[in-house]
C-alpha cells in the first residue's frame, strides 16, 4: 500500500504577543509617545501586502507591552513554538516581540527549544502608526527568512539584518536599526531575496520545555558602580532570593563593598554569577576571581541562563 504523501515546509506561523510593531500614537510623527500593543496580528499582516496569499497561519498569543514579559507569558509561548515546530508542514515560526526584552525571549526560546527549524523573532521601533513605519519591513523579512533553506535555530531580523539568539541585544534607545552581537556579529544580511549569511545558525542541546513547568527561580541584578555598597544583596539574601547576577564594570569587575556582599551571599547558598554592563567583549578570567562570570553576554541574559540552571537543579 503505498503511503499517502507528506506536506511540504511551507507554512510560516505568525505568534504575536504586541509590542511597539503592533502600538499607535496620535500622530504619524510620534515615535515615543505611543501605546504600544494596540494593533491585532491580523492588522500587522494588513500592513504587508508582499505576504498575501502565502502560506501563513497567524495567533494572537498576547497583548503586551514587552516591558511587562511575564513567566507565564514565556511558558505559553514557548509551548506554542514547540507545538507548531512539531508539525511537518511548518517550515519555520515567526514571532512578533517588543524590543524591550526581545533578547531574553530570544535566548530562553534558543536554550530551551534548540529548533531544528527556524524560530524568528521581530518588532520595530516606531509604532504602526508611524509615517514610515519599520515593523512591516521587518516582518516581511522575517518570514523570508523563516523560510531560508538550512535555517535553524531562534534568530532575530531587524533592519535587514540577521542576529542569533545566544549574542543579540538591544543596542540603540530609538535608531531603526536598534540591535547588535557583539563581537560574534550577525548571523547576515538580507539582500534583496537573498540572505547573505556570514556565520552559522546558533546550535546546542534543547533543556526541554518540561523544565519550564518547575517553579521560577527568583533571580535579581545588581549593578556595580562608584560608591557601591552590598545593601541591595543583604536585602535580597534576607527576601529568600535564590540567584544574583552581579553587572560589574568592565571586565566584570565589581566594588569592593558590593563584592564582599555577594561572596557572604555565596557562601550562605545564594547563587551568584558575574556579568558586565559594558555590553560588548568577553568576560576574560583573571587568575584570583572568586565569583564565577556568566558566559551569557548581557546581564538579562545571564539572569534566564542562571534561572535555567536553578530549575535544572529542581525536581
Do not use: C
Not at 504587508?48 to 514579559?69: F, R
Not at 526581545?102 to 527549544?113: I, S
Amino acid at each position: 500500500m503505498q503511503s499517502p504523501p507528506q506536506p511540504s515546509a511551507a507554512t510560516v506561523v505568525i505568534l504575536a504577543t504586541g509590542g511597539t510593531i503592533a502600538g499607535t500614537a496620535a500622530s504619524a510623527d510620534d515615535h515615543v509617545g505611543y501605546t504600544a500593543a494596540r494593533l491585532g496580528v491580523q492588522q500587522l499582516l494588513a500592513a504587508v501586502p508582499g505576504l498575501a496569499g502565502q502560506a501563513i497561519e497567524a495567533e494572537q498569543i498576547a497583548q503586551v507591552d514587552s516591558k511587562d514579559m511575564s513567566f507565564d507569558l514565556w511558558r505559553q509561548l514557548v509551548q506554542r513554538v514547540e507545538q507548531h515546530l512539531a508539525r511537518p508542514e511548518v517550515a519555520g515560526v515567526v514571532v512578533t516581540h517588543g524590543t524591550d526584552t526581545m533578547e531574553e525571549t530570544a535566548y530562553l526560546l534558543q536554550r530551551v527549544l534548540a529548533p531544528a527549524k527556524p524560530v524568528i523573532l521581530t518588532g520595530a521601533m516606531r509604532p504602526a502608526s508611524a509615517r514610515e513605519a519599520d515593523g512591516p519591513q521587518n516582518l516581511a523579512d522575517a518570514v523570508r527568512v523563516a523560510r531560508e533553506p538550512g535555517a535553524r535555530g531562534v534568530g532575530v531580523v531587524f533592519a535587514g539584518t540577521v542576529f542569533g539568539a545566544l549574542d543579540v541585544r538591544k543596542t540603540h534607545r530609538q535608531r531603526v536599526d536598534g540591535f547588535g552581537a557583539g563581537d560574534a556579529g550577525p548571523i547576515g544580511r538580507l539582500d534583496g531575496a537573498s540572505l547573505q549569511r556570514a556565520r552559522d545558525w546558533p546550535g546546542g542541546t534543547a533543556l526541554g520545555t518540561a523544565l519550564l513547568d518547575r517553579p521560577w527561580p527568583r533571580v535579581e541584578i545588581v549593578a556595580s558602580h562608584a560608591g557601591a555598597t552590598g545593601a541591595l544583596v543583604d536585602a535580597l539574601v534576607a527576601q529568600g532570593v535564590d540567584g544574583i547576577v552581579a553587572a560589574g564594570t568592565g571586565n566584570g569587575s565589581l566594588h569592593h563593598a558590593l563584592e564582599a556582599a555577594l561572596r557572604t551571599a555565596q557562601a550562605a547558598g545564594v547563587a551568584i554569577r558575574r556579568s558586565s554592563r559594558v555590553p560588548d567583549g568577553l568576560l576574560l578570567p583573571t587568575g584570583h576571581d572568586e565569583l564565577p562570570a556568566s558566559g551569557a553576554p548581557t546581564p538579562a541574559q545571564a539572569r534566564i541562563e542562571l534561572m535555567l540552571e536553578l530549575m535544572a537543579l529542581r525536581r
